[in-house]
T-cell receptor, first 115, second 112 residues
Framework: AQSVTQLDSHVSVSEGTPVLLRCNYSSSYSPSLFWYVQHPNKGLQLLLKYTSAATLVKGINGFEAEFKKSETSFHLTKPSAHMSDAAEYFCVVSELAQAGTALIFGKGTTLSVSS | DGGITQSPKYLFRKEGQNVTLSCEQNLNHDAMYWYRQDPGQGLRLIYYSQIVNDFQKGDIAEGYSVSREKKESFPLTVTSAQKNPTAFYLC???????????FGSGTRLTVV
């Protein structure tokens, strides 16, 4: 079975400094991987996705992630944090289930940004 | 604009009552999903449906029921058998090929 582990439940950064949110996955197949962002009491918004094309994926709002098969990692980065980046971030892997596909979510990383 | 609409945004239920959460999409997506979100738990899959009139149990289906009579609609009923129903519920949809989901804005259910 596929799974995803977000290594930090909470990350705090100062505005203007780099962001690193770590994600490891396990998969028997070639996975599809995603990062989603959720602001308080809102739905989830897709930041970026990896689907076996380029290993460095660029997303919205200046975020990017690199797929490293040898390390089974898909860490999310941003060069310079902004106050509006404060939110919960989910690393997600796709799973080929019995009758279709479903996404498997990590437990989330809360990003705090201070001024 | 295309998207997913969940209603209501906030819902209060007395213990022992069933309640139905609405999810409607106009994206022409085949697949629809219900997730439950609790603090520190991430999202857990309740039910999903790949086509009309067919649905599958997810990881935590006990105490929930769904129907898929129309492609656009995938309502979730939280029954009195669900022991801890207070949570944030998210509906999502996707094309048959998985390239990520589109999520609704969620319904926060509180049992009083």
């Amino acid at each position: 079975a596929q799974s995803v582990t977000q290594l930090d439940s909470h990350v705090s950064v100062s505005e203007g400094t780099p962001v690193l949110l770590r994600c490891n996955y396990s998969s028997s197949y070639s996975p599809s991987l995603f990062w989603y962002v959720q602001h308080p009491n809102k739905g989830l918004q897709l930041l970026l996705k990896y689907t076996s094309a380029a290993t460095l994926v660029k997303g919205i709002n200046g975020f990017e992630a690199e797929f490293k098969k040898s390390e089974t990692s898909f860490h999310l980065t941003k060069p310079s944090a902004h106050m509006s980046d404060a939110a919960e971030y989910f690393c997600v892997v796709s799973e080929l289930a019995q009758a279709g596909t479903a996404l498997i979510f990590g437990k989330g990383t809360t990003l705090s940004v201070s001024s | 604009d295309g998207g997913i609409t969940q209603s209501p945004k906030y819902l209060f239920r007395k213990e022992g009552q069933n309640v139905t959460l609405s999810c409607e999409q106009n994206l022409n997506h085949d697949a629809m999903y219900w997730y439950r979100q609790d603090p520190g738990q991430g999202l857990r899959l309740i039910y999903y449906s790949q086509i009309v009139n067919d649905f599958q149990k997810g990881d935590i289906a006990e105490g929930y029921s769904v129907s898929r009579e129309k492609k656009e609609s995938f309502p979730l009923t939280v029954t009195s058998a669900q022991k801890n129903p207070t949570a944030f519920y998210l509906c999502a949809s996707s094309d048959r090929e998985i390239y990520g989901y589109t999520f609704g804005s969620g319904t926060r259910l509180t049992v009083v």
